[in-house]
């Protein structure tokens, strides 16, 4: 059985639009909306034409402020202060450039198309002195962000975007930022945890020996509800 164009025509509208919100957030332009309409979208090779066209599109900055906000939970960097007695340097300033530097460095990867484990791998990001200064870089001057190849500076688990999101206001959590990973980077989400299991403790206050997180949480796994997660 065959669809002729005109029950087809519906199909091909849908896979028009879709492509282009995904990619432009916004409507099809003309030609991807006529070759929809003359059912070309399915012949071999034009989806790939057409996906390339949009790429090369200033539009398609929307992929990269929307997809990769999404996915990376840039949208919650706005909802997150860190401390301010423990990181009195940060700032709105710091901020957005530290979100500015994850997007600049996805859209790296897709307009280059570059390897996909480069975005953990990669050597490079892009920063300004804001971020350089906060990070030890030295030599960058000026608000303009520019590719920097640094050690220990690449890749999206070093930028700092992705440390807040994944921590709480006070400290690092290697639990929030393994869970992120499993999610968002492999693609294997980890079991719910078992009831009842108690946060890992913070140190006392008053106590003259304290623990480091990785401490507390070698501790916390001894528990053997805590053991397996």
Avoid at 214 to 228: K, T, V, Y
Wanted: glycine share 6%; with cysteine.
């Amino acid at each position: 059985y065959t669809l002729s164009l005109h029950d087809a025509l519906p199909i091909y509208l849908e896979l028009a639009s879709r492509l282009s919100f995904f990619l432009w957030s916004s409507v099809p332009d003309d030609e991807l909306l006529d070759l929809g309409i003359r059912g070309k979208l399915r012949e071999p090779g034009m989806l790939e034409k057409q996906v390339k066209r949009m790429l090369a599109d200033n539009r398609a900055q929307a992929m990269i402020t929307s997809f990769a906000d999404q996915w990376l939970y840039l949208r919650n960097l706005d909802a997150i202060i860190p401390d301010a007695r423990a990181f009195p340097d940060y700032d709105d300033n710091l901020r957005q450039s530290m979100k500015k530097e994850t997007e600049l460095f996805f859209g790296s990867i897709m307009n280059e198309d570059r390897n996909v484990l480069d975005l953990i791998r990669a050597d490079y990001s892009f920063i300004n002195e804001r971020l350089a200064k906060h990070y030890g870089v030295p030599n960058v001057y000026g608000s303009r962000f520019r590719k920097v190849v640094a050690e220990g500076r690449g890749g999206l688990l070093r930028q700092g975007s992705v440390l807040i999101v994944t921590a709480y206001a006070t400290r690092t959590s290697p639990v929030i930022r393994g869970k992120w990973i499993l999610d968002n980077i492999l693609g294997v989400p980890p079991p719910a945890p078992p009831p009842a299991v108690p946060p890992l403790k913070d140190n006392p206050a008053g106590e003259s020996k304290t623990l480091s997180v990785r401490e507390r949480l070698a501790l916390h796994r001894a528990n053997q509800p805590c053991a397996g997660c």
